[in-house]
């Protein structure tokens, strides 16, 4: 009778699933005495009642309803993992009285855990990780007091880890990780002394590490705590019995010195610590640790110098103290850590030459230097690592030439040494390295000699960058070879001719050279003479200022010189046209005699039918020439009381827009500064401001969201740029809808830098509020500290603007404040309605963009990510979300913030 009850049961659960093909065997006609035993999956005891469902990766699909746990009273083990089930785990599982080993991992089950598992007293081993299921942790767990495994990770779950999971003292392994699970880490835990492995890491957790977790010295194995809130010190007890080989405690806020007992903990493997504030002395902290393959301290506020007893360490393969205080010289002693694969000490106060005993290191394939005080020049010896893919020596104080050696680094994918004194001619084997493909920037040094035509094979590259230094002669036309560019700029050298053809060459930088001509927008059309109308311009025309050649701070002093110029009121058109032309400074521009006669001219004295726009202190006007370029210009506001603005508005715009160059930044093609008229001369951007676009219904159609997504994407590259990658930091302080432009493919382009403030490190970076109510960070309401993290905020309000179509005020009110109505909304509900739904990759690149904007917008600008951390996100690859995106609440979002 009980084997036919177990038998009906299967085939009633198995008539409910969508995909019944791989349960075939699972028939009357196979089932011998009316047994399942020999159905595929099923074992059964010497009674013929069963004892074991073993069904783990058939492709399974569908639910748990119609499962009558109860028809089971013998099952010991039931194994459903890797396959396709969904809905929630029924409470009747916990009639499974006999079950010591369930395993309902990688499926999509959702809902809460029930209290029933409670029930199984039997348990040993309970998996139920990569699920969907959500809600608390249920107390009820602490019934099962014979749990050796206890697998919840990758799951929604939230709320705080139960004290009551203390009492589970037979608990050998502990995986919590990548929920939603907030608090504290509770003291219990210190309780399971029997625990090989604990993984929480990728929760919400805050609080200090209890000093009980010391009492897991002697089994402890693996601690994994790393992608919480925890604060506090390190326990010191942490490894006094030497059985620890991973910590894993990276991205918390812990400080103070790390522990004694670690610095000896030589059953050590892997060490992540990094992305904390832990301060000491770095040499004084570490020993030798012969076990140890990778260790990771970034970005924390370690000091000293490096010890030459780390070069003991024989199987290390990885090294990253990037970020750091670490003063003193690289130890020729790491030339003996012949394993290693990744050096990183970027970013520290290192001195020095970079030791030749580095060209040892035959497995290296990154080794990241730049960001030091490094001096000497570059060893030959490198050219010895066959394996380099990655090498960054930039902004260091590297002197003279670029070794020949580099071609025999022949994996090369990525090559930075800007911002050095490397003098001499580029070498033509830098066009051996046929597998550079990210990035050769060789930018601000002080090169000479001519581009050598070899650089053409290197037709996998997308960035190259000869920017800021001497060189001279043509562009090779082998160049126009290099198929794979997206970014090209050779600004501020002494090249002549014309360019190569290509579409990357077309959109490069090209400023500051004076013999170029091509279709580039920064030069001038090669053998086109100016004309008017087809006949020759017989009058003397002022040029406009085309990004000077000066220093920031001459162009500063001249545009404070012809603002105090004497104002003299009365005079006739006539006059005021005639001064205007004797007050501008000129030089050659990218088309050859743009003047502000031609400005004047076209917009019929800037006549309101050519108004286009308003921007920061400004009116802006289309300017159609007669070459039959279209320019963009923006008319500075004047008036009495507040010209300082004005100006200071107007300085800013032009300091920063002469230096930086990216893509998805609006090109600055000149100025005109005078007492009279202001205007600052842009590109054209056919579509207008995002805001605009937004606003209407036939626009936001246009907005598809793949472009939405690629908006949001190109404006944080852009500021990525800014803070990360221009010197001194730049940062915007008015990132709103109205200042991003699109162009005619729907690219964006950030704008409007009329308030942007140069961050310079020695500078307390203090001023006045800026920006547009709605954007602006909360911080600024009690503090005028500028901080790229102004910048990070605004960015979030934005991005949820796209993502919404009109701006978040209420969504951001309502999640700051942790109200009921922003916590229950669904993703779905707050998506843009004009829109189609979203489905497939698109999906999860807007779940990805709505999950990074929420943690732009936390009130606390020291949790939010910074525009680099966001850019790489960006430019990774997609990351593919368990549940389906119309099941997804903002407030599962929510807690990924900071």
Known sequence: MARLVETEALLIWKASLLNQTPLNSWSLHNATNKSPCSWTGIACNHEGSVTQINLTNVGLQGTLDSFKFSSFPNLAKLDLSNNTLFGTIPSTIGNLTSLAKLHLHFNKLSGLIPREIGDLKNMVDLQMSNNLLNGSIPSTLVNLTNLLTLCLDRNWLFGPIPREIGNLKNMVDLRLYNNLLDGPIPSTLGNLTNLVTLYLYGNKLSGPIPREIGNLRRNLVILALGNNNLS??????????????VISIQNNQLTGPIPKSLRNCMSLTRVWLDGNQFIGNISEDFGVYPNLVCIDLSNNHLSGELSPSWGKCQNLTSL?????????KIPPEFGQLIQLALLDLSSNYLVGQIPKELGR??????????????????????????????????????????????????????????RNHLNGSIPFQIGNLVELQTTLDLSHNLLTGEISSQLGKLNKLEILNFSHNKLSGSIPCSLEGMLSLSSVDLSYNNLEGSLPNGKAFEQGTYVGNKGLCGKAQDLQLCNLSPVNNGKPKKRRKVIILILPLLSALFLLLLIFGISSISRRRTRNAKGERNEMNRDLFSIWNWDGCVSYEDI??????????????????????????????????????????GEQVVQKSFRNEVQALTEIRHR???????????????????????????????SSEEGAMELDWVRRVNIIKAVAHSLSYMHHDCVPSIVHRDISSNNVLLDSEFEAHVSDFGTARLLMLDSSNWTELAGTFGYVAPELAYTMRVTEKCDVYSFGVLALEVIMGRHPRDIISSLSSSSEGGLNLQLKDVLDPRLPNLEDQVGNEVVLAVLVALACVNANPQTRPTMQDISQKFSARTPTFPKPFHTIELSQLMEFRG
């Open 320 to 328: 990253k103290f990037p970020g750091n205080l670490i003063t003193s």
């Open 361 to 418: 290191l035959k497995s290296l394939f990154n080794m990241s230097l730049n960001g030091n005080q490094l001096s000497g020049r570059i060893p030959s010896k490198i050219g010895k690592l066959s394996n380099l893919e990655i090498l960054d020596l930039s902004a260091n104080n590297l002197f003279g030439s670029i070794p020949e050696q580099l071609e025999d680094c022949s994996k090369l994918y990525s090559l930075k040494l800007s």
């Open 232 to 245: 506090g010190y390190l326990p010191d007890q942490i490894c006094q019995g030497k059985s620890l080989v």
């Open 664 to 694: 998805n930044i609006v090109k600055l093609y000149g100025f005109c500064s005078h007492r009279r008229c202001m205007f600052l001369v842009y590109e054209y951007m056919e579509r207008g401001n995002l805001a605009n676009i937004l």
């Open 600 to 641: 004047i001219d076209v917009t019929e004295d800037f006549d309101d039918k050519y108004y286009i726009g308003e921007g920061g202190y400004g009116r802006v006007y289309k300017v159609s020439l007669p070459t039959g370029q279209v320019l963009a210009v923006k008319k500075l506001h004047k008036s009495e009381e």
